[in-house]
């Protein structure tokens, strides 16, 4: 057999048995509590923006794309997710300092100011 068909096999057979492990699910059930608009006067506009924009990697509620189900894309998804959350997590910045929401609120604005998100 010739060595490129074995590198394919090989290939193949890992990304097979690489399906059969997904990472865990960015998503609750439980009511949102320490939502950004639970402390905050967050306007209706800004909070629409913030729900399809922002909501699926900096919130507890992520709605997956069909491909998420194909590792190792899952992964790499739940990696950045993840990451996104430990920056800004809109579910939970009820529970954020004073000082920090302010901070937060800062580089949520340069981000967005900037069109690096």
């Avoid at 939502?35 to 922002?54: H, R």
């Avoid at 939970?92 to 949520?108: L, V």
Wanted: charged content about 20%; overall charge positive; some cysteine.
């Amino acid at each position: 057999m010739k060595r490129w068909l074995k590198i394919v096999i090989v290939v193949i057979v890992i990304l097979g048995i690489m399906q059969l492990f997904h990472p865990a699910k960015n998503f609750t059930k439980a009511e949102p509590t320490a939502d950004v608009a639970t402390k905050y006067e967050v306007p209706m506009n800004v909070l629409m923006i913030l729900y399809t924009a922002c909501y699926n990697c900096h919130s507890n509620y992520t709605k997956y794309p069909w491909y998420y189900k194909a590792e190792p894309v899952g992964w790499w998804m739940a990696y950045h997710i993840n990451k996104a959350k430990r920056q800004v997590n809109f579910s939970e910045f009820a529970t954020y300092s004073p000082k920090e929401a302010t901070k937060k609120f800062h580089e949520i604005y340069e981000v967005t100011d900037e069109k690096t998100m």
